[in-house]
């Protein structure tokens, strides 16, 4: 009988169940602890990894496993450790056994090899599987029955087998990525980021107002529109007939770069090869927006309001850029150049976007109410903007350094909150 063993050979036997057991407490968090995406890549190219997806594919059948050889390996350390207790000192020794076993238990194998698994997902974790698998496969009709009798019980009691996972929501998701250390470096997270921000914006956060889209009135002298047509630095211009609302087609310069060399182009032809305009609303999110332009294969498109009237202009580059930041250094950047002054504060034209400034500068400017710095310190006034009128929005200090005789801002001196 084991009680008739030496009682050395007991505590060897008692020490190799808190191994054992520590095994089982330690398989348990770093299998659940495994990073699923990176255990899906690992699975195709390690054995490990492939043994632990199956695990996991069923993870009432591991847990199962788990808990009845822990269970059973921490019974039987018990009832040894009862037997060398009484062996020892007697009936009094059971409580003195009792309480050193769960230290024991609790140290060596529950907490210390946890906090290791959970550390080291990986590195424990697909070695254990090489020893649960045959396992699994040796003890199938216990882990079968006990995993029956279980959901009988939660039946009973009302709990389903399997409830549904909640999804992520958006901002889960953008602290998963910032939290990720994975994602190296900092600006690709910032990219994902960007994307999941998408669906929060519009096409008129990010468009070119109506009184700054650059066209060409095909009624205007043909040495106007050759001139026009050999300085500009866009590649598509928008050709109207006397005003803006009246737009005919989207020319695209690289068509017509050869005939211009050649002193080949003409208004006919120039109508010739001019695209239809392609129309989008001004509610349509960027993401939305930017499948459109995917699946029409268009860079460019006209804005328009609910009535239907033309309100911007938005570009491929426009939402890209969302994403990515400033890729681009086109001559037109020049109108919309931010200057420093010495004094940590800024002149910057009042026909910049505000996102884009938030970008450009790292700022927080508000964003919802206004989409240029023009917009949003008349939004705030309720009135008519004035030169040398100074306002102070969300910390920022503003200052109206000059406006155009209809009453918009054209410069602005801002002054960010002092971050001492």
Known sequence: M????????LLIIIGVLLVLSAFFSSSETALMALNRIKLKNDAKKKKGAFLAQKLLEKPDRLIGLILIGNNFINIAATALTTIVAIKIAGDK??????????????????????????????????????????????????????????????RLLGVPKEIAQEALSREELKTLVIENDLINPDVHQKMMINVMNLDHMNIEDVMVPRNEIQGININDDWEVI????????LTRLPVYVDNIDQVIGILHIRTILTMLKNQNLDITKLKRILRKPYFVPETASLSAQLSEFQRKERRMGLVVDEYG??????TLDDILEEIVGKFTSEPGDRGLKIIKQDDNQYLVKGRIAVRSLNRRLQWDLPTDEATTINGLITEYLKDLPTKDLAVSIDGYRMTIIETTADNIISKVLITPPNDD
């Open 93 to 154: 020794g059971v409580a003195y056994g009792t309480a050193i076993l769960t230290f024991a238990i609790l140290i060596f194998s529950e907490v210390t090899p946890k906090t290791y698994a959970a550390l080291n997902p990986e590195k424990l974790g697909y070695v254990a599987s090489y020893v649960l698998t045959p396992m699994l496969k040796l003890l199938y009709p216990i882990v079968w029955g006990t995993n029956l009798m279980t959901n009988g019980l939660l």
């Open 2 to 9: 084991i009680s008739e063993l030496p009682t050395n050979t």
């Open 226 to 233: 050759e001139k026009q047509l050999v300085n500009t630095y």
């Open 309 to 314: 009237d033309l309100v911007g202009l938005v």
